[in-house]
């Protein structure tokens, strides 16, 4: 089967079911700050999930364009994409475990032919420290799913993925794992989640393709651990649908409760369940994807399998380019923009080092022959794209050009270097200028000549750092500067958040932020317009915070600890071991005895601020308004 048609079959077998059909999101997610693309398909259901009616109902499924950047490092093998199609069906407080579990065993087995003895299934173990239980009603669902096919299954608990790759398989069909496995929700385990956030334990499907007849995929290869089990990543298992259970939201104590409403969240990858249909591990020879591979393989006289790795990044590199282009996004230096780039600057690369025709100025006319591949494989599904057909192929190739041209003054500059060094070697720094200023790539330049590796290596380190740095900035808004105003501006910020949440309540949650010395600007989650009234106690605590004149001390602490004390941070940041925390007050708090229980805010914070409120002046709101569901944003100004 292709894998358009069992998208089709997914649609219409919910449909059959009293789910309304809901078309795919944009991939640049609209009015939610806390992500850059849409990655599956909940991220855009979020609100009803949280007890907001949808206004087709209770019960709806659709296909997602879901896009990963942080699997790009990943590209290469058979079974990672950026870009994937997530076949999704969510109950919004209907249907439950015993609806959702045999559905989609159904699907698989008697709707698309699959082996029930080649599936494998796991499910939530449990967890002490939420005291979350195990879940035993799917371990009984799952039993007598198997039974029915005369399949005897039994349970086997395997705890850890390393407790799995110590224990193995022991005759087992349903395995249940911890947190770190069988619980899903958008900031992953249940410690890692700002409050608020809703999540639950899931369960997974695996098909073995170590036991698919033909096929003859290996059982299991040891390099990645002694026993292989569902979770271990030698390849022989592939997980191919996740059923959560989303009924628990984390609370402001670190603790869970339920929601107001118990939610299914399905998503299964589209070329992932194609592959297991077809019995073949490489999701590149699914029909989407295999018709760009067969147009790299006739451009550039190169052959699959061969010279897989590369083809395979052209290939999907260049349908990610074609989706993000089509949902608006321009290759530029920043975020959505950056991805973009880098995708098609990739491939470009990976293309002019397989093709014979090295520099030859088509290679963009030639990486839209491929991207045509795609066009017309979408079409039918995604009316929009052929519309779209003209900027794909302009942005594609003047994109390709421009990099091309990149790489022609490179070459010059490298030229430039030998002869200076008087040897045929380039230093680590010279590389990296290479690299930074002149999107020269590493593999390029030693191609060329003999490269001090490690001192490349330290400087791009660094560099990494610094950007790491920058673009935290970017995500969370950030400074503008570090000017005295801007600096007043960035202590009241965090006065704001805590007197919004005394305010409006605990659960309100920073969704982005911006200063400059003009103003602050916060976004932050609530679902209705703050009242006059609620603005004025909002200016009220804060002003009081500074009339108090409070210290603001800075402290370098665990972070577990920090997320212990609750100190505030951004959703979906990413935070070393130790993290440096700004507290405001007590009075007599000091640097020795921050007093963090007395303290009226606390922030995962890099700075800087004033050492006492009572620099920051007087503070007042100068806007409140939506910038989208459940989203708003405040600007204040101090005077
Ligand atoms: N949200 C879950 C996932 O992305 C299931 O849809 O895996």
Known sequence: MTSAEIRQKFLEFFEKRGHAIIPSASLVPENDPTTLFTGSGMQPLVPYLLGTPHPLGKRVANSQKSFRAE??????????TTFFEMLGNWSFGDYWKQEQLPWFFEFLTDEIGLKPENLYVTVF??????????????????????????????????????????????????????????????????LKMPTGEPGGPDSEVFYDFGSADERGVPRHDEKFGKECHPN?????FLEIGNSVFMEYRKKE??????????????????????????????????????????????????????????????????RAAVFLINDGVQPGNKERGYLLRRLI???????RQHSQSKFNSSVGVLMFRIAQRYLSEYAEFYKDLPEKESVIKDTIVAEAEQFLTTLDSGLKVLERYLIENGKHEITGEQAFILFTTYGFPLELTMERAKVDVDGFKKKFQKHQNLSRTSSTGTFKGGLADHSEKTTRLHTAHHLLLKALQTVLGPEVKQRGSNITSERLRMDFSYGAKMTDGQKKETE?????????????????IAKDEAEKLGAEHEFGQKYPDRVSVYSIGPKS?????????????????GGPHVTHTGQIGKFRISKEEAVGAGVRRIKGVVE
Request: net charge negative; proline share 3%; with cysteine.
């Open 71 to 80: 699997d790009i490092d990943e590209i290469g093998d058979n079974r990672h």
């Open 125 to 190: 173990g449990g967890d002490l420290e939420t005291k979350i239980p195990q879940d035993d009603e799917s371990i009984k669902i799952w039993e007598e799913l198997f039974n029915e096919k005369k399949i005897e299954a039994k349970y086997v608990a395997l705890g850890s993925e390393k407790e799995g790759s110590e224990k193995g398989m022991q005759g087992g069909r349903i395995f249940s794992y911890d947190v770190k496995k069988n619980w899903w929700s958008r900031a992953g385990t249940p």
């Open 232 to 236: 271990c990543d030698c390849g022989r």
């Open 253 to 318: 104590d670190g603790t869970f409760e339920k929601l107001k409403q118990r939610n299914v969240d399905f998503g299964g990858g589209l070329e992932r369940i194609t592959a297991a249909e077809n019995k073949d591990p490489d999701i590149f020879n699914i029909s989407a994807l295999r018709g760009a591979i067969d147009e790299i393989q006739s451009l550039f006289g190169v052959t699959y399998p061969k010279e897989a790795k590369a083809m395979r990044i052209i290939a999907d590199h260049i």
């Open 345 to 351: 600057r990739k491939s470009v690369f990976e293309v």
């Open 540 to 556: 009220r605590i804060v002003n009081e915070k500074i009339a108090e004149d409070l210290p603001v001390i800075r402290s370098e």
């Open 589 to 605: 708090a000091t640097q020795e005895n921050p007093q963090f229980e007395k303290a009226f805010s606390i922030e995962f914070c």
